[in-house]
């Protein structure tokens, strides 16, 4: 193997004409440079420097391998800034996924704090629910997902789920209920969500479907669901319209205006942790560690 090293003191044998005047422009010693050259030449197995008396010159192996040596160091050089800049900062490139509710949220005061801090750190934002943004990180074509899980849930949407992975915990959503604003329920401090049992309901997203349907039947009953969309501000349209009943995260509440609708406060409470995975290696790259910081900040603040 040729070493970047051996190419540098090739390159100033060539350039300088013999050893002692390549050790003084390599700041080491003449034995040293000869060493270099004798290690260079067993790693290419011929040789690259004819010596005769004072006189030395290169072989036709040498002065190919001299050819190339400019073009090879140079982009080392290229590489080692480049990774120095993404090393301090000064450049990098995040790939974030992001449930809705987190994109008009958290992910918007995470990213301006991030550029104001780190310019020139760039970052691109997707949309997915869990578990497909779980799979974009698995499979490579992310760095970071915002992703959330029940309280109390199991299987495929417990901690197993991530036990692979780097999660940083952001913040704990409570569950809303979402009524019309002329409904009988409309003013109350909390409602049971039993009380609820006979309304035609709106759905949200499927894993959101799937929690209501399961706390409803917790409470003893089916939820008669006449619209689904994973669309939040389509939903609240929807109750505004006095077509239904619906449950959403208080962090999707928060993103929209309710016109139309009202919130009352469900009991039992049902609750989402709000995460932030990303694999353990890329945990270690400065633009990600910063993201996650940056998030972590911003949920703090919510």
Known sequence: MIEARHLRVLRAVATTGSFSAAGRELGCTQPAVSQQMKALEASVGTPLLVRNGREMRLTQAGEALVRHASGILAGLTAAEEEVAAIAGLRAG??????????????????????????????VSLEEAEPPKSVELLRDGDCDIALAFRYEGATGADGAEEWADLVVRPLLTDRLVGLVPERHRLARAESV????????????????????????????????RIDFATDDYPAVVGLVGAGLGVAVLPQLAIESVRPRGARTVALEPAVRREIVALTLPDLAQVPAVAATLEQLGRAARRA
Do not use: K, N, Y
Request: glycine content about 12%.
């Open 93 to 122: 490139r995040v790939r974030l996924v992001s449930f809705p509710s987190g994109s008009s949220t958290l992910v918007p005061t995470a990213l301006a704090a991030l550029r104001a801090a780190h310019p020139g750190t760039r």
């Open 192 to 223: 049971a969500i039993g009380e609820l049992a006979d309304e035609p309901w709106i759905a949200g997203c499927p894993r959101c479907r799937g929690q209501l349907v399961e706390v409803c039947e917790g409470a003893g009953f089916t939820p």
